[in-house]
C-alpha cells in the first residue's frame, strides 16, 4: 500500500540530545512537509520540501533542522536548541500542481523529554 | 502574514444534534481545505473548495466557501459518535505558491450517545 511512514511512533530525549524523526514515503510525491502539533493547537509548520536537495523554513523552524536527499526521505532533527520539544510531530506529503492537492500525512510521532 | 481562525474551539452536542464550525481568512483564499482528525490520529483530508460561494456535501456534512472567499463552515447534520474528532481548515499562503498551508486551531466536536 502506498502512504507515509513515520518512526518512531513514541520518542524520548534527554537533556541537550539531539533526536531523529523518521519520514518514508512511497506515493511518489515531490513536496513534504513537517508540523508540530501541541494539545489545542492547530498544525504549525517547521520545514518543508518541494524537491530533493531543496528546503525551506516554515514558521518555527528554530531548534530544528531537515534534509532532503532522496525524494522519499524527510527525516527531522529536534536539536537541543529546541527548549521545548514536548509535542505531536506529523509529516505530510503531497504533489504539487495548479491547485492545492490535499495533504496526506503519517501517523505522526510523540516526543517527550525524560 | 496570513491568519485563518477557527470557531468554536471546541463544540459538545447530544448524537443527533447539528454541528457548525466556522472558518475565517484574514486575506482572501484562492481554495479551502477541510481536514479531520480523529483523537490520537492524523489529520484526514475531507474536501476543496475552490469557487466563491461553493457549496459540497459529502452525505451528512455540508461545506461552504464565501462569496469573498475568506470565510468557510462545515455543517454536519444529525451527529453521530463518529464524527468526533477534530475538524481543521486550511488555505494557501496568499501569494505564496501552492505548497505551504496554513492551518487553523481547529474545532474539537465531541458527541454525547
Known amino acids: 500500500d502506498g502512504g507515509i511512514t513515520q518512526s518512531p511512533k513514541y520518542l524520548f530525549r534527554k537533556e541537550g540530545q539531539n533526536v531523529t524523526l523518521s519520514c518514508e514515503q512511497n506515493l511518489n510525491h515531490d513536496a513534504m512537509y513537517w508540523y508540530r502539533q501541541d494539545p489545542g493547537q492547530g498544525l504549525r509548520l517547521i520545514y518543508y520540501?518541494?524537491?530533493?536537495?531543496?528546503?525551506q523554513k516554515g514558521d518555527i523552524a528554530e531548534g530544528y533542522s531537515v534534509s532532503r536527499e532522496k525524494k522519499e526521505s524527510f527525516p527531522l532533527t529536534v536539536t537541543s536548541a529546541q527548549k521545548n520539544p514536548t509535542a505531536f510531530y506529523l509529516c505530510?506529503?503531497?504533489?504539487?500542481?495548479?491547485?492545492?492537492?490535499?495533504?496526506?500525512f503519517g501517523d505522526g510521532t510523540r516526543l517527550s523529554i525524560l | 502574514g496570513q491568519q485563518v481562525m477557527q470557531i468554536p474551539q471546541y463544540q459538545h452536542v447530544q448524537e443527533g444534534e447539528d454541528f457548525t464550525t466556522y472558518c475565517n481568512s484574514s486575506t482572501t483564499l484562492s481554495n479551502i481545505q477541510w481536514y479531520k482528525q480523529r483523537p490520537g490520529g492524523h489529520p484526514v483530508f475531507l474536501i476543496q473548495?475552490?469557487?466563491?460561494?461553493e457549496v459540497k456535501k459529502q452525505k451528512r456534512l455540508t461545506f461552504q466557501f464565501g462569496e469573498a472567499k475568506k470565510n468557510s463552515s462545515l455543517h454536519i447534520t444529525a451527529t453521530q459518535t463518529t464524527d468526533v474528532g477534530t475538524y481543521f481548515c486550511?488555505?494557501?499562503?496568499?501569494?505564496?505558491?501552492?505548497?505551504?498551508?496554513?492551518f487553523g486551531k481547529g474545532t474539537l466536536l465531541t458527541v454525547n450517545p
Open positions: 505530510a506529503s503531497r504533489n504539487p500542481g495548479p491547485r492545492n492537492q490535499p495533504q496526506h
Open positions: 473548495l475552490v469557487k466563491s460561494g
Open positions: 486550511a488555505g494557501p499562503f496568499s501569494g505564496g505558491s501552492n505548497y505551504k498551508l496554513t
Open positions: 520540501s518541494q524537491i530533493v536537495n531543496d528546503f
